[in-house]
């Protein structure tokens, strides 16, 4: 890895499908078709590993020097997942990062789905020169969040897991896409699930905007104009290619462990100069 580097593949697993693409990292623009194959049933290690193989042969870019960043669907701390609300109970306290890098014989960067999607926005869609609370959410198999104040990211917040009152299901089980999927729901049906989901993370965080992705955010004027809210709501500008472009920009950050840290006070300080 070098901090030179101009591309860098990013590879988002998601846990629907595991996307892949060589990202040009000085404005985020795919160099390559994106690559897409379906998350395999069950989501265990070895099955997605093999799945990550099968986006790099594809994509042709086995160089271990072209810098790989991965971004995966848990909690994320130190190369290790702590969670594993959409994917296999493996990966609870599994030393993820090591294992991709054994399995794929090469330095990866590793992080949160979401946080790395907030990354994407930040330095180049939605979110970039916006000071203030940005939170972005990613509207998917589940819910991702990524919190970004005066451009620091504040890593693995998780808000898609906040509960309702008096409900079991969680925001995400709620109001997830794959929630309007499953509930075969209209998009104005869906949009008051979103209604609470919105207003609350409004009540609780003040933000001051919300940048939706995840590939439903291709839809955005079907359901973004429904949302009665106080803070602007935009979608992201990279939609569904958030993750895997914010994965890619991890090669930004310089050394590991920290590289979300470090990527992000490289932005922050040139957001106030
Ligand atoms: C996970 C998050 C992830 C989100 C989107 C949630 O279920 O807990 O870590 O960012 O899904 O994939």
Known sequence: MTKSATAAVGIDIGGTGIKGALVDLSDGRLLTDR??????????PDDVLGAVRQVLETLEVTDA???LGVAFPAIVKNGRTMSAANVAQTWIGFEAEDFFEEGLGRDIHFANDADVAGVAELRYGA???????????????????????NGVLIPNTE????????????AEAWAAYSAMERDELAWDAWAERLQWYYSHLEFLFSPDL???????SKHADKFLPLLDLQTEIVPAVHRNN?????????????EKPGALDSITEDLASRSTR
């Not at 979110?127 to 104040?149: E, K």
């Not at 808000?159 to 969680?170: I, P, V």
């Open 35 to 44: 690559i897409k194959v379906p998350t395999p049933k069950g989501a265990e």
């Open 242 to 254: 958030a993750g895997i472009i914010g994965a890619a920009a991890l090669a930004l950050a310089g």
């Open 127 to 149: 979110a970039q020169d916006r000071n203030g609370l940005v939170l972005l959410t990613t509207l998917g198999t589940g819910i991702g969040t990524a919190m970004i104040y």
């Open 65 to 67: 020097d072209v810098p």
């Open 210 to 216: 919300f940048v939706v992705g995840g590939g439903v």
């Open 159 to 170: 808000l898609g897991h906040l509960h309702r009152a008096n409900h079991k299901r969680d």
